[in-house]
């Protein structure tokens, strides 16, 4: 078991190292592949994409951004209220997910 252990913690690591070695390009297309991405706001800006495809959507906190979908359901949108961090997990109808990390600054 401590084995199993060992080979995680060297793994990560090594995905650490990976990563800081990588130009940061290459590691936002790397987050993007996965599922992730990182969108940075200031408080007031808002932020949308199409909400064609979009089945739910979940925050991982109240407080820091409001998420929802535009009164003529065109646009799904998240507003920077505060500061701080938040995540916003979207379903697609096809049954993909994607995780948005939004990082709100003053």
């Known amino acids: 078991m401590a084995s199993i252990g060992r080979r995680f913690i060297a793994a990560t690591g090594l995905a650490a190292l990976a990563a800081l070695a990588m130009p940061p390009g290459e590691v936002d297309a790397q987050r993007r592949r996965a599922g992730r991405e990182e969108v940075r706001l200031a408080v007031g800006e808002t932020w949308r994409i199409s909400a064609a495809r ?53």
């Open 54 to 106: 979009i089945r739910t959507y979940a925050e991982s906190g109240p407080g820091v951004v409001e998420a929802g979908v535009s009164p003529d359901a065109r646009w799904f949108r998240v507003r920077a209220v505060r500061p701080g961090t938040n995540v916003v997990l979207v379903t697609y109808a096809g049954g993909s997910q994607r995780s948005y990390t939004f990082v709100v600054t003053p």
